[in-house]
């Protein structure tokens, strides 16, 4: 594992030196306990004095469900020096929002807490707005593809032919076909760690048999579903309808369930990072509020394991799927959520991607398999009404790396 260090590790020594508690979430399996392990092995060699716990430990828990402040019958009490403490699953304790801020109160500067979380649905349900100021967010989802090359190769060669594809379209790559074969990869099994790390394609399809059955399980109890059956049947719909709108009443009618139970579901494979959803490009933003969003999913592995397909890219009947889910991948990757829409008239004209990097300015995304099937003049009355977000083709197959998927 030397090496095998994670974009976000950076970002967390850097968060050290401020007062706010670092809540780290994201879906199980993605490697939140690993990151805190990372970072204790950091501090442990510089002598920062820390500690290291797991809510899921039954002792711990009741312990610290009885009050916040016997949490120094398993460490240090910090006076007059910083201590740094690591929770591991921190969602399993009755009233986490108490916890921690009894303890950034009465102990903040002396005490700093790094947190991890398996779901967001505990995070939006348990962790209330009497954290507000006293915590960070930060959402750890499986491996990109720049980690995924570092954790599969560990070769800065690579790693660094790839950063230099995506910045100059110009740049032939004598590592374009090996960097290829691995995108090949990284399509079809996706970015779990443990995934990505296994050394045959047998024990990756075992790995990601046990995301989908036994940890997805966990993720269904924990937020108390009733129907599992309902629950696995829509997961599977959502698979096939990958970049497609997401049309609630018509999942309902399927399914022979009520609305609000769809709502629900959808909620919580969207707070346990399993989808996430994209809402449309307007200029008038109640429009926008109210228009069917598009669902994709946090991992192609995922969704490809849902589906049981596995065949090459280029032999998917979904191919085009595929690779819109990972552009949005991409995207999420280089700007927040919040900032990609995407673009439909009621006539069915469709832009995949719209992006802002300003107020009301940006760029536009078509995603294709072949760049080939780009006709500019399909999109005339997006690139006429906004000409502000200048549009742009990402495929698999293209001739030049500035249509390249690689390139973006």
Do not use: C
Not at 136 to 158: C, H, P, W
Not at 377 to 385: D, G, R, S
């Amino acid at each position: 594992m030397q090496n095998k260090y994670r974009k976000i590790y950076q970002t967390l020594l850097d968060h050290l030196p401020r007062k706010e508690f670092a809540i780290i979430t994201g879906a199980r399996q993605t490697g939140k306990t690993t990151l805190i392990e990372q970072l204790k092995q950091e501090f442990d060699k510089v002598k920062q004095e820390n500690y290291m716990l797991s809510a899921e430990d039954p002792v711990l828990l009741k312990t610290l469900n009885e009050h916040p402040e016997n949490i120094f019958q398993f460490i240090p009490q910090p006076e007059n020096k910083r201590i740094i403490l690591f929770i591991d699953e921190i969602q399993y304790l009755e009233n986490p929002s108490n916890f921690l801020k009894l303890l950034f109160d009465k102990y903040k500067g002396n005490l700093k807490i790094y947190a991890t979380g398996s779901s967001a649905f505990y995070i939006d349900k348990k962790f209330n707005d009497s954290l507000a100021g006293r915590k960070r967010l930060f959402q750890l989802n499986t491996l990109n593809f720049e980690e995924f090359l570092n954790f599969k190769t560990g070769d800065k060669k690579i790693i660094n032919e790839l950063g230099i594809i995506r910045s100059d379209k110009n740049y032939i790559s004598l590592e374009r076909k090996k960097i290829e074969n691995y995108f090949r990869e990284f399509l079809t099994f996706g970015g779990y760690p443990a995934v990505v790390l296994a050394t045959s394609t047998e024990d990756k399809l075992l790995i990601l048999k046990e995301i989908w059955q036994s940890y997805l399980k966990r993720d269904i109890s924990d937020s108390r579903i009733k129907n599992e059956n309902k629950f696995y049947s829509l997961l599977k719909i959502l698979a096939h309808q990958s970049g497609n709108l997401l049309n609630i009443h018509e999942l309902a009618n399927t399914l022979q369930m009520s609305v609000t139970s769809v709502e629900n579901y959808i909620y919580v494979l969207r707070k346990s990072f399993h989808i996430s959803l994209v809402r449309p490009f307007y200029k008038n933003i109640r429009k926008e509020l109210t228009k069917m969003p598009k669902v994709y999913f946090n991992d192609l592995g995922f969704r490809n394991i849902i589906l049981n397909s596995f065949n090459p890219v280029q032999d998917k009947i979904d191919k085009g799927e595929i690779i819109e889910n990972y552009v949005f991948q991409r995207l999420v990757d280089l700007h927040e959520i919040d900032n990609l829409k995407y673009w439909r008239t009621t006539s069915g004209n469709e832009i995949d991607f719209v992006v802002s990097t300003s107020y009301e300015k940006g760029y536009a995304i078509e995603t294709k398999f072949n760049s080939a099937a780009f006709k500019e003049k399909k999109y005339q009355k997006f690139t006429e009404n906004y000409p502000a977000y200048p549009l742009s083709v990402r495929a698999y197959i293209s001739e030049s790396n500035e249509d390249n998927i690689l390139g973006l």
